[in-house]
C-alpha cells in the first residue's frame, strides 16, 4: 500500500457551480464523469506514481453535503494564501485560517465551499 486514502468524495448538490469553484481555488482543471447513476467531477491525480483520486459527487449515490464529519485536505500547492484568496473570491468561506504545522510540514486551513462542505487546504507555503 503507498497511501492511507485511496479514493475521496466530496458531496455537491450543484456540480457546475462546485467544479468552476474547485477548479478556481486549485488552479486545476476536473474531468466529467458518469459513475453509475450519479455524477462527478474528478481532481487531477496522478494514478501512475500512486497518486490518491477523489471527486466532486452528485446524484442518488453520492454522500450527503456536511459541515461535520470525514475532513478531507487538498493540496493548495503551490501557495496555500492563494488559494484561499481565491476560495472567497469564489464565494466560499474561510472557516479555519492558515495554520502552520510543525517545521517541515507546511501550512493548513479549512475552508467552507459552496454546498457547505468543510474541506481542508494543505500546501508547504
Do not use: C
Request: hydrophobic share 40%; glycine share 12%.
Amino acid at each position: 500500500m503507498k497511501n492511507a486514502i485511496s479514493w475521496f468524495e466530496i458531496p455537491t448538490t450543484q456540480l457546475d457551480a462546485a467544479q468552476a469553484f474547485y477548479e478556481t481555488v486549485l488552479g486545476r482543471p476536473m474531468r466529467r464523469e458518469t459513475m453509475g447513476p450519479s455524477q462527478g467531477a474528478v481532481f487531477a491525480y496522478d494514478l501512475e506514481s500512486h497518486g490518491t483520486g477523489g471527486a466532486l459527487m452528485m446524484g442518488p449515490t453520492a454522500p450527503r453535503v456536511s459541515r461535520t464529519g470525514t475532513l478531507v485536505y487538498l493540496d493548495a500547492s503551490p501557495s496555500l494564501d492563494a488559494a484561499l484568496q481565491r476560495a472567497v473570491g469564489q464565494g466560499g468561506k474561510i472557516a479555519q485560517r492558515r495554520t502552520a504545522l510543525p517545521p517541515g510540514m507546511g501550512f493548513f486551513a479549512h475552508i467552507t465551499d459552496l454546498d457547505g462542505n468543510r474541506v481542508g487546504l494543505h500546501a508547504l507555503a
